[in-house]
């Protein structure tokens, strides 16, 4: 069994200048090996299902182990003190928006802890709470969300987004796309979330990558006959 000091050597090894100046223009911070994601998971899945290796990768504060982490861990199995402390401790966008929601939308009280963090002054907590939301609406049965509550977030959303702080504005236009694409007998007020906002601006850093406009987004997805089906996992 791998000791975390053993994957640490590991992701060094792997990582390499270019990567890390991609993850840099996207506003990581230095902590990092610069380990692109396809070779975080081909170690994930010599460590899979190791949790307290997993936990312990993510308390080293480098972005490639705190990245693998999140692979690694069934949040299933984490407390809410836990995934309150990796929300805490995510300072990057691909931490807060991708790998703490990864684990937090696997546990039992994923609705209770998206509630609490959506409300946080912490943008990166904020956030976090936000894509959390989302992957639940999109992995849970229609017949086992409070509708309502989420009727209350698209209102919430019309008035307030453009608002927002910058990463906050584009977890929010994630959260309407989500609702929109998977949650039927929300799609309509939705959709029409989506229209009311219209293009939401977000500062992408030093990069190419645009904020889908939700209309569209939404859209594409009946299109193609994925609306409404469920994911597994949002993982990624």
């Given amino acids: 069994m791998k000791t975390a000091r053993q994957v640490m050597t590991e992701l060094k090894k792997k990582g390499s200048a270019q990567t890390r100046k991609i993850y840099g223009n996207h506003g990581a911070s230095e902590n990092m090996f610069g380990v692109k994601i396809a070779d975080l998971k081909v170690i994930a899945k010599q ?8 936990l312990e990768l993510y308390d080293t504060g480098n972005f490639d182990a705190m990245y693998l982490a999140g692979i690694v861990a069934d949040g299933s199995q984490m407390t809410k003190k836990q995934l309150d402390h ?5 300072d990057w966008y691909m931490i807060s928006e991708y790998t703490v929601p990864g684990v937090a939308h696997e546990h039992p009280k994923a609705r209770e802890l998206a509630n609490k963090w959506i409300k946080s002054k912490n943008p990166h907590i904020a956030t976090a709470g936000w894509t959390t939301y989302a992957g639940i609406v999109t992995t849970t049965d229609d017949s086992e969300l409070d509708l309502n509550e989420i009727k209350t977030y698209l209102k919430t959303i019309e008035n307030g987004i453009h ?6 504005r584009y977890t929010m236009n994630g959260f309407v796309i989500a609702v929109g694409g998977y949650v039927k ?6 959709k029409a979330t989506a229209k009311k906002i219209g293009k939401v601006e977000v500062n992408m850093g030093n990069t190419s990558c645009k904020v889908p406009l939700a209309t569209e987004y939404i ?3 009946e299109s193609a006959g994925k ?10």
């Fill in 47 to 54: 460590i899979k299902g190791n949790q307290e290796l997993a």
């Fill in 86 to 90: 990796w929300a805490k401790s995510a």
């Fill in 163 to 168: 608002d927002a702080p910058n990463r906050v």
């Fill in 185 to 190: 007998p929300l799609s309509k007020q939705a």
């Fill in 219 to 221: 859209t594409k997805m």
């Fill in 227 to 236: 609306a409404g089906k469920k994911r597994k996992t949002i993982k990624c």
